[in-house]
């Protein structure tokens, strides 16, 4: 048993695996990463127990029995009204250069109106869902006859490898069965953590990339960390909602955090 004594002159006392576990050269050293590391936890717990205060209930889950990948879906089974202000934040960021954009899921195509409000150079779009394209892109697209835009029909695993590079990469997609979402959401930082090594390596030198997360209203360090492994640098925002009570999504709270990655 370690005693670790803070400078605010109380212990608190922690269990370290032994004497070489965060050992720098100096005693005061490892009091202060650990002290600080201590207070970081306290405070991520107390600024949750604020957040929880804002939860709606939402609904009932019960998409993970079922695979979505081909599914026929409601209007606000694809995208609920509450993310569009997130649409529109990541919109912006990703388009600050211009340039050539991928877009990871169309969607209803709210977040692709956003992309071409914007002056970029292409834009091309991954969807699986063949029953979104029919009701969703087909008409959307006959509005932009002249712009440069590119459907890829099917999962962004199966078709990304055959794409360049871009200058803005804008994730937004959701799990689409019950394994994605115990991989990707339960045992993840973030859901688009596993989309990092792809974003990293389709993007342009300086590009950006962009997707939101549930965090505690900031990033937390190991999310920081793998950011960092990828990425030169990043950025977050902080995007205000109004959360319906019956929110079908797996976020209940009145905010939301948009990250730009940039390589």
């Known amino acids: 048993m370690k005693r670790i004594k803070r400078s605010n002159d109380f212990e608190i006392s922690v269990v370290l695996k032994n004497d070489n576990f965060i050992a720098p050269p100096r005693e005061a050293q490892r009091n202060i990463v650990v002290n600080r590391a201590i207070k970081e936890f306290a405070a991520d717990l107390n600024a949750l127990n604020e957040q929880t205060k804002h939860f709606v209930p939402g609904k009932v889950q019960d998409f993970l029995s079922e ?11 694809i995208m609920e009204g509450w993310l569009i202000p997130i649409m529109k934040v990541m919109a912006e960021v990703v ?16 977040s692709a109106e956003m992309l071409q409000e914007f002056s970029i150079e ?6 699986c869902n063949d029953a979104v394209i029919a009701k969703y892109y087909d008409n959307w697209r006959e509005k932009y006859m002249n712009r440069d835009i590119r459907l890829i029909r099917g999962l962004w695993q199966d078709t ?15 799990p689409l069965n019950e394994d994605e ?3 990707y959401v339960n045992a993840s ?13 389709h993007l342009k030198p300086g ?13 937390s360090r190991e999310h920081q960390r793998i950011l960092l492994k990828y990425f030169t640098s990043f950025s977050v925002q902080i995007v205000p909602l109004k959360m319906p009570n ?4 797996t976020w209940w709270a009145d905010s939301i955090v948009v990250v730009k990655a940039v390589k």
Do not use: C, P, W
Not at 160 to 174: R, S
Not at 207 to 219: P, V
């Open 181 to 183: 979402y115990m991989r």
């Open 67 to 77: 695979d979505r990948e081909q599914k026929i879906m409601k209007d606000e089974e």
């Open 207 to 219: 590009g950006a990339f962009t997707y939101f997360s549930n965090e505690i209203g900031s990033l």
């Open 160 to 174: 990304i490898n055959d794409l360049g590079l871009f200058d803005g990469i804008f994730f937004h997609t959701y």
């Open 246 to 249: 019956d929110v079908a999504d």
């Open 122 to 127: 292409t834009h091309t779009i991954i969807e």
């Open 95 to 110: 388009t600050e250069k211009g340039g050539d954009i991928l877009e990871i899921g169309f969607g209803r195509g709210i």
């Open 189 to 201: 930082i973030t859901f688009a953590e596993h989309f990092f090594a792809h974003a990293q390596a």
